[in-house]
């Protein structure tokens, strides 16, 4: 890639840092030639081989957001784990930046599976993964091709296929729909291309977030651009690359979910304006399938789409610590 590569080493999370664990960056290569940098947590006073877990998401973050504090957490009980940046984004490579990929993202995770597995204090047949928000549904397109993986966990899921080709609440399904929203990415990459700019999309709207916003415009933008925003974070500021989403359009990133022989914890809000993504992709997932005795849909309470990032009172921590050591062995 000749790129050349600079993390920060000082903690710079949106979250407390445990004295439970161990801390340390760590990086890795996919198969695109991307170097992916992540946060490796373990264990304090471990011993022997541990399970672990790889973490990404929300779609659009870093790890020094949700993805770290879940890691973090995963490490307090008992896990190694990561959380990294995909590539083009964070502090991972690839130019041009803040672009997106259904292939690229699916080897991202794979990549994370490789580095974990020929780790000397890891059980290589012990490893997870946990998808938060877009990441979720890529998790579930990863368990569906890395037959390493036992067990999945997906948060707060969307379906970075359906959002883009169908719009919110599949508004948008219809061709001509389709069609407009794809005539105007065309136009936008001309302009690029002309101009080099690579245009962002902008990320969560200022706060305050006017009064008629839609709730769920307010819910990230309380978090990205409030108590948990963060330099690198493309939600936290100008966003994707403009066009950076547009292949997820003619790329369905599900396929073949009911062929997933692994274990699999769906978890979602039960107000959050997602949840319809959690609730069609597991029933997808084990219709016609062989393999449904091992998967579970767990809807929270009252919970909204940014409670499954950063509310320790609602994530379901213990839940997902029983699913992992019932399915990690």
Known sequence: MGEELKFVQDWDKTFAKSEK???KKVTFSNRYGMTLVADLYEPKNAEGKLP???VCGPFGAVKEQ?????AQTMAERGFLSIAFDPSYTGESTGNHRYMASPDINTEDFQAAVDFLSVQENVDSEKIGIIGICGWGGMALNVAALDTRIKATVTSTMYDMSRVNANGYFDEGDNEEARYQAKKALNEQRIIDYKT???ERGGGCVELPVPEDAPFFVKDYSEYYKGRCYHK?????NEG?????????IN??????????RSSVLMIHGEKAHSCYFSKDAYNNMIKNS???DNKELMIIPNAVHTDLYDNLEVIPFDKIEEFFKTNLK
């Open 66 to 70: 949700c993805s770290g504090l879940y």
């Open 290 to 292: 062989k393999y449904a």
């Open 240 to 248: 994707w690359n403009k066009i950076g989403c547009m292949s997820f």
């Open 196 to 198: 080099g700019s690579y």
């Open 232 to 236: 690198r974070s493309l939600n936290s």
């Open 251 to 260: 790329q369905p990133i599900l396929q073949y979910s009911n062929e997933i």
């Open 21 to 23: 664990v161990k801390h």
């Open 52 to 54: 672990a877990i790889a």
